[in-house]
């Protein structure tokens, strides 16, 4: 039986170190043709194979320089999308396992913004009035109506140059999927929370009166991410009284309330630099993925650091999760035997106005 035949449930019987050594084996065996990307929420078994790792921004960065035939993307469906947006046609960018989507993302879609995009134009002059803003967690089309309504993509490490720019096209912002980087965006740059309204699109017109939306500056889609709704202030409080030395770091998709109460926050890549680079003797409550916040825990304690997860709770990407050894394995052993699966591709349609939303997004951070 060829080695590519073998089936997940087989793979998954073997031991650890044997999948391992076999994804070593056919990451020589693939050389320079391929390249593994992991984002920071993957888990160690996975992690450890990736040639670079980092955070949405740091990836795509990475993916669009990369010359690599193939791009194994360890990470979520739209990073992938991504990567397949910004490579060359001939290259081809695979996930290990398609099911591995965002949550928040999927809050998000391209019927839902349109009609949103319809509705603002009831009240207020959407083409003159409105830059469309996408977190980079969303779908590929989400990106190509940014690129084609005069817009632009983000992510948590430069919503904010974003947001400056999206001003300076002009005077509101329509962001989405993620009401809280959002949020936290806005208010960072001084703009009162009065003056972001939330559209929830499952009512009309978003729930708001068009008094509401000719007000507003910043209008938030109703979208959030499940992992970093499981921070709440309360946990802060307790952990300060505990340890009143201690440092706060959160992810900007947490709540207002969390960030407000955390001394520092930033993008995965920016959480995993500034403990870093900490004095020795620190201690810091994160608020973020419990992957990442475990292997800060491992990296750093032999530095007399002590790194503590926010959430009383296990809160993790279940489907960051859904990446595991056998599914990379499986991918990689195909690809050896010259079989490709689970490749991502965007439709030439989409990919060419997501990319100048990508690209709009890499001019200005
Ligand atoms: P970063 O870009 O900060 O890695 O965030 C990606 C993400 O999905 C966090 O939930
Ligand atoms: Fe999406 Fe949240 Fe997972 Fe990030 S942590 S990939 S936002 S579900």
């Not at 795509?60 to 992938?80: K, N």
């Not at 201690?246 to 959480?271: D, L, N, R």
Request: glycine share 6%; hydrophobic share 45%.
């Amino acid at each position: 039986m060829a080695v590519a035949a073998q089936a997940i449930a087989e793979l998954t019987a073997l031991p650890d170190d044997a999948i391992a050594e076999r994804i070593r084996a056919a990451k020589r065996a693939l050389g320079d043709r391929l390249v593994v990307l992991a984002h920071h929420y993957q888990r160690n078994e996975v992690y450890r194979h990736a040639d670079f790792t980092g955070d949405s921004l740091k990836l795509s960065r990475q993916a669009a320089g990369t010359e690599a035939e193939y791009i194994m993307f360890c990470g979520v469906h739209f990073m992938a999308e991504v990567a397949d947006i910004l490579t060359r046609p001939d290259q081809i960018v695979m996930i290990p396992d398609l099911a591995a989507g965002c949550s928040m993302a999927d809050m998000a879609n391209l019927a839902n913004v349109a009609r949103a995009w319809r509705e603002l134009g009831e009240v207020i002059d959407v083409e003159a009035d409105v830059t469309p803003a996408t977190y980079i967690n969303s779908a590929a089309d989400l990106k190509a109506f940014c690129g084609s309504h005069g817009g632009i993509v983000c992510t948590s490490t430069n919503a904010r140059k974003v947001f400056d720019w999206s001003f300076a096209q002009r005077p509101k912002v329509l962001f989405f999927p993620d009401q809280h980087l959002g949020r936290n965006t806005g208010y960072r740059m001084g703009i009162p929370l009065e003056q972001m309204v939330v559209w929830d699109y499952t009512q009309p017109r978003g729930g708001l009166t068009p008094e509401q939306i000719r007000d507003a500056r910043v209008i938030l889609w109703k979208g959030h991410c499940s992992v970093h709704q499981m921070f709440h202030p309360e946990q802060i409080d307790e952990f300060l009284a505990k340890y009143p030395d201690a440092q706060v770091i959160s992810h900007p998709e947490a709540s207002f309330e969390v960030c407000e109460k955390s001394h520092y926050v930033g993008s995965t890549e920016y959480i995993i630099n500034t403990i870093a680079n900490s004095a020795p003797g620190t201690r810091w409550l994160v608020g973020t993925e419990l992957n990442l916040v475990n292997r800060l825990h491992e990296q750093f304690k032999g530095e007399g650091k002590a790194v503590h997860f926010m959430a009383t709770t296990i809160s993790m990407c279940s489907t960051m999760f859904r990446i595991n050894p056998p599914q990379l394995l499986r991918a990689l052993e195909n690809l050896v035997d010259g079989n490709i699966v689970n490749q991502v591709r965007v439709a030439a349609h989409e990919a060419q106005p997501a990319r100048l939303a990508l690209e709009r997004m890499f001019a200005v951070s």
